[in-house]
């Protein structure tokens, strides 16, 4: 999630992480010094998404999800492609279909 929120709220996250209340869901906190903007790594459960609906009243955000894909995850079409030296137009649309078949890609 990324969240546009003051210090004192950032350091309330921080200090909750620490005691507890949110120990185990919130898995990491980072701080933009350019931008402002905190990312707020959150566990996928239903306490994460309490956390993180909590979190973005404090403050205006965007939450996102991620998925988190491992090396058998991955088509072996894809993998082969990987492989190559040079990036080809033509990778694009094979890579989809098969994400596609998979299930990795969402419309």
Do not use: H
């Not at 009243?57 to 999800?65: T, W």
């Not at 998925?67 to 990036?87: A, C, G, I, Q």
């Amino acid at each position: 999630m990324e969240v546009n929120i003051p210090k004192y709220i950032y350091q309330r996250i921080l200090l909750r992480k620490k005691l507890g209340a949110y120990r185990g869901v919130v898995e990491d906190i980072v701080k933009s010094r350019k931008s402002g903007i905190t990312r707020v790594f959150i566990k996928y459960c239903p306490k994460g998404w309490w956390v993180a609906l909590k979190i973005l009243r404090e403050g205006s955000g965007k939450l996102y999800i991620l998925e988190e894909v491992s090396y058998m995850d991955v088509p072996s079409r894809v993998m082969e492609l990987s492989m190559k030296r040079r990036w080809k137009p033509e990778y694009e649309e094979i890579i989809e279909r098969e994400l596609k078949k998979w299930g990795l890609k969402y419309e």
